[in-house]
């Protein structure tokens, strides 16, 4: 299995509250997203980063930030936590960012916000 | 980002051949054709790609349609482990892949 883990695996935050998820690999891959699922949405790419200090918005990063200082770790941040954002958050990560490359992703943080 | 299309569910009875079918109508030369499966409760897991020839793997085959169109994920002989929701993704190299809603399969005992 692929070195990722999530941290951490479960969280329950007061709406308004910073919440930051921490992806860790240690498999010195150079790309690392994060995706949240919802019921009936599948999982939907929020950031990822295509090097340290390199990182771009997925298709809902609205209330996201990210932060990549090092190769090992993606940090995902919600400045003030809503309702809405009450969800799964999965960490992937793939040695390229070519279509020839597979990517590994880890087990989950389960966000519930109040 | 090319988008792919697939049933909600399907069902199969174990120890028989299942075949999960995905279509891409507007793929390109470049589009490389994924699939992953999510088991209860984990993560996403990679199952095989391919980009023109079929391709098998310890875990399953995937064979392409010649124009590419469409694609088969196919599991020789489906057990109760298999039970997951399947995902067909294209990725090019834009440096981001997207995920659909997937299949469900149900294995039957």
């Known amino acids: 299995d692929a070195g990722i883990t999530q941290s951490p695996r479960h969280k329950v935050t007061e709406t308004g509250t910073p919440v930051t998820l921490r992806c860790h690999q240690t498999?010195?891959?150079?790309?690392m997203y994060w995706y949240r699922q919802d019921p009936g949405h599948g999982l939907r790419l929020i950031h990822y980063?295509?090097?340290?200090?390199?990182?771009d918005k997925g298709e809902v990063s609205d209330g996201y930030s990210v932060s990549r200082s090092k190769t090992e770790d993606f940090l995902l941040t919600l400045e003030s936590a809503t309702s809405s954002q009450t969800s799964v958050y999965f960490c992937a990560i793939s040695e390229l960012g070519t279509g020839n490359t597979e990517a590994f992703f880890g087990q989950g943080t389960r966000l519930t916000v109040v | 980002d090319a988008k792919t299309t697939q049933p909600n569910s399907m069902e199969s009875n174990e120890e028989e051949p299942v075949h999960l079918p995905c279509n891409h109508s507007?793929?390109?030369?470049?589009?490389?054709i994924h699939w992953y499966r999510q088991l209860p409760s984990q993560g996403p897991e990679y199952v095989i790609h391919?980009?023109?020839s079929n391709v098998n793997n310890r875990m399953a085959s995937l064979a392409i349609a010649e124009d590419r169109k469409s694609s088969t994920l196919i599991l020789h002989r489906a057990t109760l482990r298999d039970a997951a929701v399947y995902y067909c993704?294209?990725?090019?190299?834009?440096?981001?892949?997207?995920f659909g809603t997937g299949t469900s399969l149900t294995v039957i005992p």
């Open positions: 498999e010195n891959h150079r790309y």
């Open positions: 993704i294209l990725r090019d190299t834009g440096n981001q892949f997207y």
């Open positions: 980063s295509y090097g340290v200090k390199d990182t």
């Open positions: 391919g980009l023109t």
């Open positions: 507007t793929i390109s030369g470049t589009d490389y």
